[in-house]
């Protein structure tokens, strides 16, 4: 399984950006798709997630009714859709995907990973 990653940039405290997540390849091994971020300096840490059947989303406390988390199985794409950024929103944000379907919110125990896209809020 392939990830790529895009729809990053530079955007105002307030302001909105929605990122994709692309995958190829043997995307019927995919259960769970999931977003992480890494600031500068931190850990990388799980912002949302999503069951590749079925319509199951979980979200990190810091983005729950701020971000949306989507996917579209016809395109092969997850999307998260987020809303009302912060400064403190700024990171590098990877899609991730896993075959198992429970949800876990440690990166190691993800299987695949895209190349990260950059998200910067100005405050």
């Known amino acids: 399984v392939q990830l790529q990653a895009s729809g990053g940039g530079l955007v105002q405290a307030g302001g909105s950006l929605r990122l994709s997540c692309a995958a190829s390849?043997?995307?019927?091994?995919?259960?769970?798709v999931a977003w992480f971020r890494q600031a500068p300096g931190e850990e990388r840490e799980f912002v949302a997630a999503?069951?590749?059947?079925?319509?199951?989303?979980y979200y990190a406390d810091s983005v729950k009714g701020r971000f949306t988390i989507s996917r579209d199985n016809a395109e092969n794409a997850a999307y998260l859709q987020m809303n009302s950024l912060k400064p403190e929103d700024t990171a590098v944000y990877y899609c991730?995907?896993?075959?198992?379907?429970?949800?876990?919110?440690?990166?190691?125990?993800?299987?695949?990973w895209g190349q990260g896209t950059l998200v910067t809020v100005s405050s």
């Open positions: 999503v069951t590749w059947i079925g319509d199951n989303t």
């Open positions: 390849g043997r995307t019927y091994d995919i259960n769970l």
């Open positions: 991730a995907a896993r075959r198992g379907s429970h949800l876990v919110l440690v990166a190691a125990a993800y299987d695949y």
